[in-house]
């Protein structure tokens, strides 16, 4: 069945960087984008970046755009998030989504990863 | 990044109507997306292009649209229903932002 597969948990010092991968199956993959978003504790959704092979684009929330980067590997059908200078409030669970062509919904999610960002 | 409003809490008994709205200056031209949020697990896409329902979402389950103002309405709410719920949509460059999510209590 179509599913998204991430990567597990991560513990990482203030100031490291943190590389989590979303691998896909059960669907075409080049036909389809990669999101990512976010839940920090106790606050709501907030969306990262993404990643359109099919359009060949790539955007970025304005806030994250000097530290965050996101790819896709279509030879293993998988989206990595790279995100750097890590900080205390980039705690949260990250997780990756699909999107369709020309569509700005999400409607396949992968599990999420918990990324702990402490001293 | 574009702000998109909703309400912290809605609160209704089993078998009422709950409806959560979402605020955004740019709803009236562009879709509205909705998702319910359950602790400990990914969110799951309820609505899209403002009314339409995803497979294996229940009918109770609708959305709908007036001007600058997205509806989400859960019609015979159900214990189950219990969650956050988010609206989404872009702004005129296409990126999405969410609204702050609304926690809505069947009880």
């Known amino acids: ?119 | 990044s574009y702000e998109l409003t909703q309400p912290p809490s809605v609160s209704v008994s089993p078998g009422q109507t709950a409806r959560i709205t979402c605020s955004g200056h740019l709803l009236s031209q562009i879709f509205a997306y909705w998702y319910q949020k359950k602790s400990g697990q990914a969110p799951t896409l309820v609505i899209y292009e403002d009314s339409n329902r995803p497979p294996g979402i229940p009918e109770r389950f609708s959305g709908s649209k007036s001007g600058t103002v997205a509806t989400l309405t859960i019609n015979g709410a159900q214990v189950e229903d219990e969650a956050d719920y988010y609206c989404c949509s872009t702004d005129r460059s296409g990126l999405p932002s969410f609204g702050g999510g609304t926690k809505v209590t069947v009880l």
């Open chain 1, 1 to 119: 069945q179509e599913q998204l597969v991430q990567s597990g948990a991560e513990v990482k010092m203030p100031g490291a960087s943190v590389k989590i991968s979303c691998k896909a199956s059960g669907y075409r993959f080049a036909s389809y984008g990669v999101s990512w978003m976010r839940q920090a504790p106790g606050q709501g959704l907030e969306w990262l970046g993404w990643n359109s092979f099919y359009q060949g684009q790539t955007h970025y929330a304005p806030n994250l755009r000097d530290r965050l980067t996101v790819t896709t590997d279509m030879s293993t059908s998988t989206a990595h998030l790279e995100l750097r200078n890590l900080r205390s409030d980039d705690t949260a669970v990250y997780f990756c989504a699909r999107f369709g062509s020309g569509r700005f919904y999400f409607d396949l999610w992968g599990q999420g990863t918990l990324v702990t960002v402490s001293s």
